[in-house]
């Protein structure tokens, strides 16, 4: 972010420009009290040799917006995306500033995937200039802002309601801010007046952990010896946290995330999101770079890094080596058995896919192990989320003794798939209560993830 208003829609426009067909559809998977083993954070593995612990990169998905070329002004934005029972509910933005209509150049709109695809709800009964469904769910302020623009637009379903923060002008003199609105349904808004809190920061995310709400948001500090001058010049973009419990009152700014030694000497963190991920949390950060053939601009040069952590507070990076290439607004979703991020590219939006249960896993390239920390609740059953299409598998278990020999539970060979059953030849006195140690030994394959029973 920086002192123009700009900004943050020049890197948004930077980012359709160079950003492919990819975006990281994260299993948002099911908390079991001991029931699963996700190798995302970097303590799941306790041990291991010849293996990597490696962030997967997604497939293409579908398109739910082509790009009009009637139109090259217009482009769309994903920003939030909620499941409602068969179909799922994603808020864009639309943005097109050759409208007449100052209301018309950026209105929040909605559309619902359902089994019969993409579709456009028609919540309002007035006709668009651009023709279609009605489905304008909230507008603009008629004041310009004094910093930022119409954006944003975190969205929760609270209870059976919906709340939303989002930054706009509140009023005519007023700084322009995060404000907060209400819905009983997600369509039609209700905004409160003023802002929670206001800076030249308009770029934050929000997620909610159990009956605390925190904040991500960028952060400016002084920077005196910046490599490459930029359009915020001699200053660095940063994340910092905010927490709250209600949405209308908010901690000040605690920064938690900066460049380090192993980053680039010019890296700057743009943006930061955060999502439930099985029993800990994933986030996406959007690395910026400014760019030296372009002194005193906003550049255009990105990468994109797999954060982890267990609390949503305290963060890892142990996979800044993999850029995968995509940054977006909008949680994960679940459609027709694939998980679905919604993202924007060359003016359209789009999705990209992971198999469920794919952000992250343990590769072997030729022969590897690895033990996985202690669980409890192992009896008989365990099945594998794997690609050994070329390769095997074999797991073995060790139990609480100390020098007990590993008991080989079974193996696997030549297949691919979320939930392939291992099929246990001997589970020895194992037993539920007490404490187990998978050791996994795996040639040509990766694994995902663990389910026992």
Known sequence: ?????????????????????????????PAMAGGNLCFLLPEDVAQSEGVVQTAQLPEKGIVMAPKDPSRPSLWYMPVAAI????????????????EKEYSDQR????????????????????????????????????HKPTWGGFNVFQILRVGTAYEMLFWDQP?????????????????????????VFTETNDAFTLMQVGDEYLLYQTKLEAWPDK???????????????????????WSPQEVFLRPDAQDAPECEFYLMKAFRYGDAYAGLI????????????????????????????????????????????????????VLHFATW???????????????????????????????????KGLSLNVDARDGWVEVSAQGPTAGQEPVVLGRVENVDGEDVSVPITNAGSLREEDETAFRVRLRHATVFGMRFE
């Open 171 to 195: 009023d005519e003199t007023g700084k322009a801010g995060a404000m907060r609105a209400s819905s009983p349904d997600g369509l039609a808004w209700e905004k409160r007046p003023g802002t």
């Open 1 to 29: 972010m920086g002192p123009d208003s700009r900004s943050h829609i020049g890197v948004l426009r930077a980012m359709r420009c160079l950003m492919a067909v990819v975006a990281v559809a994260c299993p948002c998977l």
């Open 227 to 249: 490599p490459y001058i930029d359009n915020i010049e001699k200053q660095k973009r940063v994340i910092a946290l905010r927490k709250s419990r209600d949405l209308d009152t």
């Open 83 to 98: 499941p409602l029972g068969g179909s799922t509910r994603v808020w864009y933005q639309r943005v097109d500033k050759q």
């Open 345 to 379: 590219k060359d003016g359209g939006m789009v999705t990209a896919t992971y198999k469920p249960g794919r952000l992250a896993g343990v590769r072997a390239e030729v022969d590897g192990w690895i033990v996985t920390r202690p669980v409890k609740g192992f009896s």
């Open 286 to 337: 959007m690395k910026y770079y400014a760019d030296p053939k372009l002194p005193g601009k906003h550049s255009a040069i990105l990468k994109h890094e797999l954060l982890v952590s267990k609390d949503g507070i305290e963060w890892q990076r142990p996979y800044r080596d993999t850029d995968l290439g995509f940054w977006a607004y909008a949680d994960p979703f679940e459609y027709r058995g």
């Open 107 to 142: 209105t929040l709109c909605v559309g619902d995937f359902t089994d019969s695809g993409w579709t456009l709800p028609a919540i309002g009964a007035d006709s668009l200039p651009w023709g279609g469904p009605n489905n304008v769910s909230m507008r603009r302020s008629p």
